[in-house]
């Protein structure tokens, strides 16, 4: 039972305009939600968070845009760079269960 | 510089085998992780530590096993019981644990 689902395998975004990652879970227990970058061979890096107190956080190009209505999350990240090709990890902690659960990942391609 | 050290990077071990991973951070984080991932699947969470002497199962703790008589070292142990032992292994730790603030860069365990 995947609680955390990226359902989108990969994306494509010419450089310089935004990328929209999504992300959406079906456990109402999460109370903080992270991305994560990983690059190939490497392990994942943090990237943002945000508590579930909170419907946005921001920090530099990325914002991450909380709808807890409607169990999702997105990751923008403007303006794109080829930099910023990776994969992008959704995941969620629930105090309760006080674990980090993961989504599959998204690939992200930024086209010169 | 601070970080996380596992080893090796590249494993190939006999089925039938135990065989130990490596873990060790300088960081001094008194939580650390182990995942796994696999092709198509996000991270899964074999096993945590949130303090010395102590640690939990994940989500797939079967066929593995733990120890952490450090703070800085948490090695994992996959045993011969373990059907599907070929995957990415990560290791993580963290000072917050709604997140992981910092991970491994990963051994690749090949079993033939």
């Known amino acids: 039972d995947q609680q955390v689902k990226q359902n989108s395998p990969s994306l494509s975004v010419q450089e310089g305009r935004i990328s929209i990652l999504n992300c959406d879970y079906t456990?109402?227990?999460?109370?903080?939600f992270l991305w994560y970058k990983k690059y190939p061979a490497e392990g994942p890096t943090f990237l943002i968070s945000i508590s579930s107190i909170k419907d946005k956080n921001e920090d530099g190009r990325f914002t991450v845009f909380l709808n807890k209505s409607a169990k999702h999350l997105s990751l923008h990240i403007v303006p794109s760079q080829p930099g910023d090709s990776a994969v992008y990890f959704c995941a969620a902690y629930s105090g309760g269960y006080q674990k980090v659960t993961f989504g599959i990942g998204t690939k992200l391609q930024v086209i010169p | 510089d601070g970080g996380i050290t596992q080893s090796p990077k590249y494993l190939f071990r006999k089925e039938g085998q135990n065989v130990t991973l490596s873990c060790e951070q300088n960081l001094n984080h008194d939580a650390m992780y182990w995942y796994r991932q696999d092709p198509g699947q996000g991270l899964r969470l074999i096993y945590y530590?949130?303090?010395?002497?102590?640690?939990q199962k994940g989500d797939i703790a079967e066929g593995y096993s733990v120890s952490r008589e450090k703070k800085e070292s948490f090695p994992l142990t996959v045993t011969s019981a373990q059907k599907n032992p070929t995957a990415f292994y990560l290791c993580?730790?963290?000072?917050?644990?709604?997140?992981?603030?910092?991970f491994g860069s990963g051994t690749r365990l090949t079993v033939v």
């Open positions: 993580a730790s963290s000072i917050d644990p709604r997140g992981l603030d910092a």
């Open positions: 530590s949130q303090i010395v002497n102590d640690f």
């Open positions: 456990n109402s227990m999460f109370d903080y």
